[in-house]
């Protein structure tokens, strides 16, 4: 299973982004999925995370700013992220699995290369 982020770029504080994330070859509604980053020289955070059925969950440094949602349709993991702030640069990655344990405990096997998000003051 390979995932494919896109959508990073360079923005202004206080800018939005939305970020992309398509797996090359499983259907998504099957797979709980979340999104992570990493900042330079601090440890990976999940920022986002969705389940199979919809539930969504967010580091509290995000809330209220960064939306995560699934298209089935489209098969496409997004993350909107709004009013964004310089210490929200890093690179962001997808994550997915399917296990039943893995995702109650939101642990991911799948992972994407990841896509820069570098935000300016």
């Known amino acids: 299973v390979q995932l494919l982020e896109s959508g990073g770029g360079s923005v202004q504080a206080g800018g939005s982004l939305r970020l992309s994330c398509a797996p090359s070859?499983?259907?998504?509604?099957?797979?709980?999925m979340a999104w992570f980053r990493r900042a330079p020289g601090k440890v990976r955070e999940r920022v986002a995370a969705?389940?199979?059925?919809?539930?969504?969950n967010y580091a509290d440094s995000v809330k209220g700013r960064f939306t995560i949602s699934r298209d089935n349709a489209e098969n496409t993991l997004y993350l909107q992220i709004n009013s964004l702030k310089p210490e929200d640069s890093g690179l962001y990655y997808c994550?997915?699995?399917?296990?039943?344990?893995?995702?109650?405990?939101?642990?991911?096997?799948?992972w994407g290369q990841g896509t820069q998000v570098t935000v300016s003051s």
């Open positions: 994550a997915a699995d399917y296990g039943f344990w893995s995702c109650r405990r939101r642990q991911y096997t799948y």
């Open positions: 070859q499983y259907t998504i509604s099957r797979y709980c």
């Open positions: 969705i389940d199979q059925d919809g539930t969504t």
